[in-house]
């Protein structure tokens, strides 16, 4: 029954986690100061020197999206399965969607870009799951009627 949990509640969960534990207390005080989740986000943990002279500063945000999308293309891969528990996931991927858009709307901290792509891509998801499931059938109910 795991495998119909949406593989894209793992980067929400993690988003969760690290914007209010930061909220609480646990961020830098600088990045708090300096705008609240999107700077703890945009906060660098580590820089990877480029040919160009310059460094890329990776962040939380940048980590969760990198994950996100990993996971989105996994996720697409699980929306052609015909298989019951694809039912199962596309209704759960549908209630992910719903309480990420709250949480967007509603709840500060979550107003920030990367929450926001983290959306479109549950969004995507369940686009996905519905369009791929309405194909099948239609071909299903095509070959039907052929005999």
Same mark, same amino acid.
């Given at each position: 029954?795991?495998?119909?949990?949406?593989?894209?509640?793992?980067?929400?969960?993690?988003?969760?986690?690290?914007?209010?534990?930061?909220?609480?207390? =646990?961020?830098?005080?600088?990045?708090?100061?300096?705008?609240?989740?999107?700077?703890?986000?945009?906060?660098?943990?580590?820089?990877?020197?480029?040919?160009?002279? !310059?460094?890329?500063?990776?962040?939380?945000?940048?980590?969760?999206?990198?994950?996100?999308?990993?996971?989105? *293309?996994?996720?697409?891969?699980?929306?052609?399965?015909?298989?019951?528990?694809?039912?199962?996931?596309?209704?759960?991927?549908?209630?992910?969607?719903?309480?990420?858009?709250?949480?967007?709307?509603?709840?500060? =901290?979550?107003? !920030?870009? !990367? *929450? *926001?792509?983290?959306?479109?891509?549950?969004?995507?998801?369940?686009?996905? =799951? *519905?369009?791929? !499931?309405?194909?099948?059938?239609?071909?299903?109910?095509?070959?039907?009627?052929?005999?």
């Amino acid at each position: 029954m795991l495998i119909a949990l949406p593989l894209l509640l793992i980067p929400v969960v993690l988003y969760n986690i690290v914007v209010l534990s930061s909220l609480i207390g =646990g961020g830098s005080e600088a990045a708090m100061a300096a705008g609240g989740a999107d700077a703890i986000l945009r906060d660098p943990m580590f820089s990877i020197p480029m040919a160009s002279g !310059t460094s890329w500063n990776v962040g939380p945000g940048d980590l969760i999206l990198l994950l996100s999308l990993i996971l989105l *293309f996994f996720e697409l891969l699980k929306s052609t399965s015909s298989q019951k528990v694809a039912i199962v996931n596309h209704a759960l991927s549908m209630i992910l969607f719903v309480a990420v858009l709250v949480e967007f709307l509603l709840i500060k =901290g979550f107003a !920030t870009s !990367t *929450f *926001f792509l983290i959306v479109v891509m549950v969004m995507l998801d369940v686009l996905a =799951g *519905f369009i791929v !499931t309405i194909i099948s059938a239609r071909k299903d109910l095509d070959f039907g009627g052929v005999a």
